[in-house]
């Protein structure tokens, strides 16, 4: 089991940045991709962005690249996502996930992960 708990989210003006960062505990953290999903209202959740476990392959929906980049620390069992150039269309609940990935195009898909966190609000007003 992993248990994972985001925080940093909250509500910011278009333009601004924000940083969520999700802290794992339980089983060896380094052993799982890590991933970042969203969920507005009435949409489904929706990948943002994903690291390998070791850090040294990043993923990103297109419509984040460029503004978003995440980050991951091993010894510290956190995966981070600094979010730039806000937009109030990134306005959602964040997800973090955990999962054991060997192939890339699995980083995309939710059915992947097999932990997630409860989320942390990011609302981007115009």
């Known amino acids: 089991q992993v248990q994972l708990s985001e925080s940093g989210g909250g509500l910011v003006q278009a333009g601004d940045s924000l940083r969520l960062s999700c802290a794992a505990s339980?089983?060896?953290?380094?052993?799982?991709?890590m991933g970042w999903f969203r969920q507005a209202p009435g949409k489904e959740r929706e990948f943002v962005s994903a690291?390998?476990?070791?850090?040294?392959?990043?993923y990103y929906s297109d419509s984040v690249k460029g503004r978003f980049t995440i980050s991951r620390d091993n010894a510290k069992n956190t995966v981070n996502l600094q979010m730039n150039s806000l937009k109030p269309e990134d306005t959602a609940v964040y997800f973090c996930?955990?999962?054991?990935?060997?192939?890339?195009?699995?980083?995309?898909?939710?059915?992947?992960?097999?932990?997630w966190g409860q989320g942390t609000q990011v609302t981007v007003s115009s």
């Open positions: 996930a955990a999962g054991v990935i060997y192939y890339s195009g699995h980083y995309y898909s939710p059915n992947s992960y097999n932990f």
């Open positions: 339980g089983r060896p953290f380094s052993a799982y991709a």
């Open positions: 690291i390998r476990w070791s850090g040294d392959n990043t």
